[in-house]
Structure formats: C-alpha cells, structure tokens
C-alpha cells in the first residue's frame, strides 16, 4: 500500500481513560475504539499528546497500544513514540514495532530544539532502526523547533519516512508538501482540515473528531471528490465547535464531552486539569446545535 493510500482519511488520536484509582480503564478504551472504527474512521493514534503519552509509563504505553489494537477491527494503527533522548527513542521504536503497527508517529525532541542537521540525524537515525513507516509530526509549539521545508523534503527521501502531520501552521509549507508527492499530509491542527485537505492533504488526524465523527469524515471525503460546496456546508455549523473544544488544554474538553455521554470518566493526569464548568457549558450549546443538525 503506498503511504499516500495507508495515510489518509480521518485518523483519531485517541485519549487514554482513567479510572477513579488513576489506572488506565482498558475497557473505556477498547469500547471508545470499537464505536468509532463503525464510523467511517481510517485509522487510530494512540499515545500521542491526546492520550497524554507523557503522563503514561512505558507498559502503560505498550497496555494502551495492546487494548487499541484487539479492538481496532483491523483497521491500522499508528503509535505515537517520543521523547528527547536518541537511544530511548529507538528503545521505545523497538518495542512498539514487536506489535503489528501501521507505522509510528515521531515528533522532533522536544526541549533539545536541535539545528536542522541534528533533526535530520534524528529522524534518520530513527528510521533506519524502524521496519514500520515514520510519520513526521511537525509541532513547534510542543517541540519549540520547526521541521523546515527543506528539512522535510530532505527527510522524504528516506523510504521509511512516508508522511507528515502538519501542525505547522503555515499554508505555504503545507502546499510545497502536497505539491512534492512525496509524503502523504495529514492535518494535525483541527481548524485547519478543510484548508489544508482543500489544498490536497490526504486527510487528518483530528481530536475533536472523538465526537460528530461522521461529519468530519464526510468533509474528508467530498472535498477529496471536489464537491467543495457539499464539504463547505458541512464544514461551516462544525468549525465554531472545533474551536471551542480547543479553548482549554485537549484533551480536557474532548474528556469532558466524552465523560458526559458516558463513555469514560472524566479524569485527567496532572498537570492536566478538566474543562472549566464555563466551556462545559458553551460545548453543550454547540454540541446541541450539531446535533439537531441532518
């Protein structure tokens, strides 16, 4: 499969449920991923920055990858794997890849902020050790450095090395990526994903997507088919909402929401703190707005 079919479509980067004693509740989890991969989803991504990887030890991380995977129905995974130390990376790579992933989510190291030779050295190094694809993920505000176009596109040579998230924030960047070809672009800012799949982004990886799943999976699909006015109506009614649920900390909102149709409870691993009774309020307004929605 080639990395533009592999990474496309709507991809969920899940969150990891607690339980009350501060345990990771599998069975919140296995049940979360087999409702969503009925609607329409390409994929699932866990442990990256919405399941609060950082929060989570190395077995959890690996019980995590475990649950989503005897509960994703075959569709693919791709675990996120990071962190700023070259040789616990390639550690975590390793054992990740004793699993049947689709591939592994890899950001720049953060707290480093390494030249652009030492980011190239990074993912290099990283995807010589890997016999799954990487998937770049471009987040400088996260990492406090930039994936430079040129990087990048130095990076696409690499056969391993097959897509990107693109958290960047910068539209010119996005479109030389999709002009290249040569890696697959999946928008990584959720306020993005129409412009950035308009542009010719193969699809997303979209937290917000946790809720009203199907509609970001049709705006995916008819702006892929050039029905731009179809996708535009789609788009519109939901924007507001993906707004909102970034107005706090994610993955508090999106936890919140979820604890409210009862799929989890709604707990957080400090320092993360749940979503304030004020945004819980206006999501409720925007969710009842969607949902009264066709």
């Known amino acids: 499969m080639s990395s533009s079919s592999l990474f496309s479509g709507l991809w969920i980067p899940l969150v990891t449920p ?3 004693d501060d345990r990771v509740d599998h069975a919140a989890l296995a049940a979360l991923v087999r409702d969503l991969a009925g609607r329409g989803v390409a994929g699932f991504v866990p442990c990256g920055s919405t399941g609060e990887a950082a929060a989570l030890t190395a077995d959890e991380q690996l019980a995590v990858l475990d649950t989503t995977l005897a509960a994703a129905g075959g569709l693919p995974v791709l675990m996120g794997v990071g962190g700023y130390r070259l040789q616990g990376v390639r550690a975590q790579l390793q054992a990740v890849c004793t699993r049947p992933v689709a591939g592994v989510l890899v950001a720049a190291p953060y ?3 390494p030249s652009q030779e030492g980011l190239l050295t990074w993912f290099r190094t990283l995807a010589d050790a890997s016999p799954v694809p990487l998937v770049l993920y ?6 406090g450095v930039e994936l430079r176009l040129e990087t990048l596109l130095a990076l696409a040579a690499h056969p391993r090395i097959q897509a ?5 924030g910068d539209a010119g960047k996005t479109a030389a990526l999709v002009a290249d070809g040569r890696l697959a672009v999946l928008a990584g800012e959720d306020a993005q994903i129409f412009g950035s799949v308009a542009l010719g982004a193969s699809g997303a990886i979209a937290s917000s997507a946790h809720r009203h799943t199907e509609r970001f999976v049709h705006v995916i699909e008819r702006l892929q088919a050039g029905a731009l006015a179809e996708a535009r109506a789609l788009w519109q009614p939901l924007l507001p909402w993906v707004q909102a649920v970034f107005g706090e900390p994610n993955p508090g909102p999106i936890k919140a929401l979820l604890a409210e ?6 707990r957080l691993r400090a320092p993360m703190t749940p979503a304030s009774a004020a945004l819980r309020q206006r999501l409720r307004a925007l969710e009842d707005g969607l949902l009264s929605r066709p």
């Open 18 to 20: 607690f339980t009350a």
């Open 111 to 113: 707290y480093i902020r």
């Open 138 to 143: 471009d987040i400088p505000y996260r990492t």
């Open 164 to 168: 990107v998230k693109d958290c960047g």
């Open 261 to 266: 149709a009862e799929q989890m409870e709604d």
